[in-house]
């Protein structure tokens, strides 16, 4: 759990808010001296705009092996930060920096630490593009094979990232952890599971697909937590990324349950359908249809309507039932997951 409240830090990471002058900006040894200064715990350091800054980041990287590890585990929070570029990207900033890819997979083939090896694992799941991931299989399947053996216990961001890889030589070593004492919790059946439908298990995507439309059976609707689901379930399609998952998800897309996003404020009340969008955004991170979640805006209902035609175009669904208003400020109190 700590793993996972760390790097949810990486979201929502304030940094580069303070403006800098030009020969700061220019100086990248200086700069990346300064983060790792902040990343110990000084206050008050000045620091430019970091994204796609690659200079700063080899910088950085060259003194980042001889920090102790609460700097490293701070530091690798970064590094997506570097990577990222919004100009390349229409809504989320995926991190599609070469350099700052091969630091994190260095992070996990290398570090010492479980902590950094975890955080960078999740930043290469959810936040690198697949075709990205698997320029590294090989190394990355190396330091997993090094490390677990045959005995992964406690190897979920692991698991994940095998499943990104693409390769059937992971499909192996996730076929054979299911074999071996080390795999224990149903968490860890879960993500080996997910990870093997990733790489074409059609029987194991199956069990993913059926759970999420039984999440959103529209009998469920005055039930939060079943709503909820139906948006994580809607994330584990979108990992997944095979046909079927797409299609799914695209047969949902004029679903009209509504849930809570967080906090006590009206305007968070969201449609299951922004979920969806969200998830589609992972799939496809070039298309700018799907970017609207990522900008952190509501959309409209005609972003809804564009989705709806992109999906007609390229995936052929039908849609037997009508269009949902598109009410998301405005939803009934009927239509409230409390």
Wanted: some cysteine.
């Amino acid at each position: 759990m700590l793993v996972v409240a760390v790097f949810a830090a990486i979201c929502g990471l304030n940094v580069c808010t303070v403006e800098a002058d030009d020969d700061e900006k220019a100086n990248p040894k200086q700069t990346a001296e300064a983060l790792m200064r902040q990343c110990q715990g000084s206050e008050g350091e000045r620091m430019p705009p970091l994204a796609g800054r690659d200079d700063v980041l080899a910088a950085a990287w060259s003194i980042y092996p001889q920090q102790p590890v609460r700097v490293r585990r701070h530091f690798v929070m970064y590094i997506p930060v570097f990577g990222k570029d919004p100009a390349k990207s229409p809504g989320w900033p995926w991190v599609t920096s070469l350099a700052a890819i091969k630091a994190l997979v260095d992070v996990f083939v290398t570090d010492k630490d479980a902590m950094c090896r975890s955080m960078a694992a999740q930043s290469l799941v959810w936040g690198v593009p697949d075709s990205m991931v698997r320029i590294h299989a090989k190394e990355l399947l190396d330091a997993v094979r090094r490390r677990v053996g045959t005995a992964p216990s406690g190897t979920d961001d692991a698991m994940m990232l095998l499943g990104k890889t693409g390769s059937d030589a992971a499909r192996r070593m996730l076929l054979a952890w299911g074999c071996a004492k080390g795999v224990k919790g149903d968490r860890s059946r879960l993500v080996r599971n997910l990870a093997l439908a990733k790489l074409g298990d059609t029987t194991r995507e199956l069990v993913f697909i059926r759970a999420f439309e039984r999440a959103c059976d529209e009998g469920k609707q005055s039930r939060r937590e079943d709503v909820y689901k139906a948006v994580r379930l809607a994330k584990k399609l979108a990992y997944i990324g095979q046909p079927g998952s797409v299609m799914a998800l695209a047969r949902q897309f004029r679903n009209p349950l509504y849930y809570h996003a967080g906090g006590s404020d009206y305007r968070h009340v969201m449609s299951v359908r922004y979920g969806i969008v969200n998830a589609l955004g992972l799939i496809w991170p070039d298309e700018p249809t799907f970017a609207f979640p990522y900008d952190k805006s509501a959309g409209g209902e005609k972003a809804y309507v564009k989705v709806e035609k992109w999906l007609e175009t390229y995936t052929g669904v039908k849609w037997q039932v009508p269009r949902p208003a598109f009410n998301e400020e405005g939803a009934t109190p009927e239509q409230l997951c409390w």
